[in-house]
């Protein structure tokens, strides 16, 4: 009887601690769902929080790197969030840190927010979006028709832009000409060659406002003018397709500013630019003429491995 007695008391106390256990895990559990904080709301008193390195535009498989600045700001971990619409949002798993490395989608609105030890918001960012662009299409590749070209303002390449003749240079866009070289039909040097023709250019960077004005910077020395729409050109080349110049005449500005600037940058309509080719002289009809030489500019924000990148797609 002792021995009953004694065994029922030691199945109670593991019947007690299993439960206590239990408790615990659902606890436990409870805890979790609250840390990663699934239903997130925007907090009106939250300090405003940055995020950089989002590119203009990514390709089909990109990975987009994001980091938010932490400066000025205190907390203890972050969480990222994702939408379709920025009304829903959803917990990226698993990141934790002012850094995020995804799949770029398009049509994805990301944003950052950092928790204190209370898991109340601190900080949080406004949503960037991701977009998608492969360049595909028969457009991009130059074949269109006349009634699709339409007048483009300038602001459509208004910012701040570098030329990519220093990268050809220093080695950095080899492996673009090795991979144009795998189904072209010149080596990797003739197409290293090829394009230092084409990006030659003393005019290492380029500001250009949504009122025409452009700032040509060549080393330490800057000289600059203001320009006009005066229309677009479409040219014909030799391997059957098309492209479209869009001309800019200077109405003012300093004696080396020349008169005529022409945008070519595979586009036929209003749209913004992510990079482009730029002829210039004073003579309009010569430059129409010049397919050799095509300086070539990308967001001066962009580092040289997204130049690479963008230019491994084309």
């Known amino acids: ?11 109670s106390v593991l019947i007690f601690l299993a ?22 709301e925007t907090s009106e008193h939250a300090d405003k929080a940055v995020i950089e390195g989002a590119a203009d535009h990514y390709h089909t498989g990109d990975m987009a790197e994001l980091t938010v600045n ?50 109340e918001a601190a900080a949080e960012s406004e949503p960037v979006k991701i977009t998608i662009d ?9 074949y269109f028709e006349n009634g699709q070209v339409e007048d483009r303002n300038i602001s459509d390449w208004a910012g701040e832009w570098q ?20 189904s072209g039909d010149m080596s990797a040097e003739e197409y290293k ?38 229309g677009y050109e479409i040219l014909e080349y030799e391997a059957g397709n098309r492209g479209v110049r869009y001309i800019f005449k200077q109405s003012s500005g300093d004696d080396k500013a020349p008169e005529y600037i022409q945008f070519s940058d595979h ?3 209003p749209e913004k630019s992510g990079h482009f080719h730029l002829y210039w002289g004073d003579d309009r009809n010569s430059l129409l003429e010049e397919v050799t030489h095509w300086p070539t500019y990308y967001p001066a924000k962009q580092s040289e491995s997204e130049i690479k990148q963008d230019m491994l797609k084309h």
């Open 70 to 119: 932490e400066e000025g700001l205190a907390g203890e971990h972050w969480h990222w969030y994702t939408s379709d619409d920025e009304e829903n949002w959803k917990v990226i798993e698993g990141e934790e840190k002012n850094t995020l490395i995804t799949e770029a989608k398009d049509g994805q609105y990301i944003k950052a927010v950092l928790y204190d030890e209370n898991h």
């Open 1 to 11: 009887m002792k021995t009953i007695l004694k065994g029922l008391g030691l199945l």
């Open 19 to 40: 439960a206590c256990k239990n408790d615990e895990a659902l606890q436990a559990d409870k805890e979790e769902e609250t840390h990663q904080h699934t239903a997130h």
């Open 193 to 230: 060659e090829y394009y230092r023709e084409g990006y030659m250019t003393e005019v290492s960077e380029l500001e250009i406002t949504d009122h025409g004005e452009l700032i040509f910077h060549e080393g330490d020395n800057s000289y600059s003018g203001k320009y006009i729409y005066d």
């Open 267 to 269: 586009m036929i309509a």
């Open 163 to 182: 030329s990519v003749y220093h990268y050809l240079e220093s080695g950095v866009l080899d492996e673009v000409f090795e991979h144009k070289a795998e």
């Open 134 to 142: 492969d360049h595909t299409g028969d457009i991009y590749e130059g």
